[in-house]
């Protein structure tokens, strides 16, 4: 038997270990190009990504000059998570205290209280009747989470050729298996699996317009559609609101009541991925807000961080997590590795209270105004075919490709960080950006989509 009284093993101070052997930019740029698969692209690499030192603020600091800036103005949030800028004292101490007290454990078995506070405060902030909460590694995993929840809970009910899923063209939730299954088929970045993947069935993308009127003729269609294949209809799924890598889309929030309507009326679960639109993104806390109305099942992420850590969670009504847990097989068949990580889980208790602590809706209103200011000069650019704003998102929209290296050299000019793709040109600045920075990031998008 183990001693349980015997000592730690004793492990040397971090000071008592060799330092690493900083790496110049030039080597550090080799080893990168040989080693490293960056998202999105091949390897190896055909741009060479500029070299991050260190942020602070809404600013990314660089290892050298690039185009004559030392330093960028982040437009982009980090892929839309950090919402309070980088190198943040309140959740930097949130990391500290927890790694002074443990940085994981397995969540099997045992439980902690950074996950059930985490857990216990995203029911208290998102709409009713969402009670149960999943935490997952990522915002695909919390999509497949949601996809498998809506598949078991049917077929614990009985009725297993309820398995496919219902969305409309124009979307994006993320890029493991279910997730690519409903990414728009056509022109999206998996339409190469499109042979592979699960068969679902996809309505027409929304008509454009956050405060477009309410196209008859559109409900007809999602109602046919429903209606037709309701029998084998576990799910409809949807970005509410703004549908994100897929196009930066907006649509009108009375879509989402009649999904909820027509879900109802035929018996279908409906998801919302609130991914990218959720903690205040798009001007409500979560984008279901513009609609008044609430899924069965939502996953939220990005931004559930502040963007320190990866972490997503899905939550479900009583009604599908009761439906799961009465059936033949009574368990939800998931569990991640890292699944409630503590660390992550502290750092996101302390971002949802940092976010509401303050005036987070003030701060997105002033942001889009002065997106929507600084943005109106884009429509006297060649190409030009919209340009849009919504809460604390701008994007400007061209009749072609954008030149990605050209419209990034014309933004780090500005002193801006920008990842224009496909037809857009777009910015989501962190919510601290300063009136300067915000006009800064306008200027940069206005350039790079002259030059992209």
Not at 437 to 446: G, T
């Amino acid at each position: 038997m183990p001693d349980e009284h015997a000592p730690a093993r004793v492990v040397p101070p971090l000071s008592a270990l060799p330092a690493p052997k900083p790496y110049a930019p030039d080597e550090l740029r080799a080893l990168d190009r040989a080693h490293v698969w960056h998202p999105y692209g091949p390897m190896p690499g055909r741009q060479e990504p500029l070299i991050v030192e260190s942020a602070a603020g809404v600013r990314l600091r660089l290892a050298e000059p690039v185009e004559g800036r030392s330093e960028l103005v982040d437009g982009m949030s980090s892929w839309w998570s950090a919402v309070h800028g980088y190198n943040h004292p309140v959740l930097n101490e949130a990391a500290r205290g927890q790694l002074d007290r443990m940085s994981h454990v397995m969540f099997g078995g045992l439980t902690h209280e950074p996950a059930v506070r985490l857990a216990t405060r995203l029911v208290e902030i998102t709409p009713e009747p969402l009670r149960h909460v999943f935490l997952a590694d990522s915002g695909s995993v919390s999509v497949e989470v949601a996809v498998k929840m809506c598949l078991q809970f049917w077929r614990s009910a009985g009725r297993p050729a309820k398995r496919r899923l219902l969305t409309w063209r124009g979307g994006y939730h993320g890029d493991t298996w279910q997730p690519m299954s409903v990414c728009d088929p056509q022109g999206g970045m998996h339409e190469l699996w499109s042979g592979s993947l699960p068969r679902q069935v996809f309505a027409d993308a929304p008509p454009d317009g956050f405060d477009a009127e309410l196209d008859p003729a559109y409900v007809r269609h999602l109602r046919e559609l429903i209606a037709r294949h309701a029998d084998e209809l576990a799910a409809v799924i949807v970005e509410p609101v703004v549908q994100g890598a897929g196009g930066m889309r907006f649509h009108s929030p009375a879509y989402l009541r009649v999904l909820r309507e027509l879900c109802d009326a035929w018996d279908v679960l409906l998801v919302f991925d609130e991914i990218a639109t959720g903690f205040g993104r798009t001007g409500k806390l979560f984008a279901a807000g513009h609609a008044g109305v609430s899924p069965d099942v939502m996953c939220v992420g990005k931004a559930l961080t502040g963007g320190y850590l990866t972490l997503a969670a899905t939550l479900c009504s009583s009604r599908v997590a009761e439906g799961i847990s009465r059936g033949e097989v009574p368990v939800l068949a998931h569990g991640p590795t890292f699944m409630g990580n503590p660390l992550a889980a502290s750092v996101a208790s302390a971002s949802v209270d940092l976010l509401l602590g303050q005036d987070w809706e003030g701060e997105v209103a002033r942001i889009g105004a002065g997106l929507r200011s600084g943005l109106a000069p884009a429509w006297g650019v060649a190409g030009v075919t919209d340009v849009r704003v919504l809460g604390a998102i701008g994007v400007v929209q061209l009749d072609h490709e954008v030149d990605m290296a050209a419209a990034t050299r014309a933004a780090v000019r500005e002193g801006v960080w920008l990842r224009p793709f496909r037809d857009l040109v777009y910015t989501m600045p962190p919510y601290v950006t300063g009136d300067d920075d915000v006009a800064r990031i306008c200027r940069a998008v206005c350039a790079a989509a002259r030059e992209g």
